[in-house]
């Protein structure tokens, strides 16, 4: 009974090849944000992507590419970090759950600057599409909003 145990656990983590392709994509998606690049963002969002925030309206990938874009369009700087927690696979599912850490430098009116940060514990659900690994969906587990270092309503 044991090595048929071992054999099940074995088969819900990834192959190192899938693991390294997903993991280069977030990479991707750290570099989008911190070089404003909504196109390299764009290329990871699968078509029907979705993100669900509790309490609020799933957004689909076009609000969430717009929602990108108009923060570049405030943002002086910006940098988003991934810590990934987990990677399992469910059927032809990859399941991530990690932390996201984003800073940001947003110019406010008369030349004065606002710091925006946010955690949020997240899990994506990626699915191939084309041959290529992107996220289906992202759901928002918890949520902590600062500016200026003071926590936002709502978190």
Same mark, same amino acid.
């Given at each position: ?39 390299? &963002?764009? $290329? /990871? !969002? ?6 669900? =925030? ?8 076009? *609000? ?37 850490? &984003?800073? $940001? /430098? !947003? ?6 600057? =606002? ?8 899990? *994506? ?31």
């Amino acid at each position: 009974m044991y090595p048929a145990l071992v054999v099940i656990l074995v088969a819900l983590q990834p192959s190192p090849g899938v693991r390294k392709a997903i993991l280069a994509r977030y990479a991707s998606i750290e570099r989008a944000f911190e070089n404003k690049n909504g196109l390299a &963002l764009d $290329a /990871v !969002l699968a078509p029907d992507y979705v993100a669900v =925030h509790r309490g609020s309206p799933n957004r689909n990938r076009e *609000d969430v590419l717009r929602s990108f874009v108009a923060l570049g369009h405030q943002a002086v700087t910006e940098r988003l970090v991934d810590r990934i927690t987990k990677i399992t696979v469910q059927g032809k599912n990859v399941q991530v759950s990690f932390q996201s850490k &984003l800073h $940001a /430098v !947003l110019l406010g009116t008369g030349s004065r600057t =606002h710091s925006l940060d946010v955690v949020a514990d997240e899990q *994506d659900t990626w699915r191939q599409y084309g041959g290529s690994w992107k996220i289906a969906k992202t759901v928002f587990n918890g949520f902590t909003g600062k500016r200026d270092g003071v926590v936002q309503a709502g978190n």
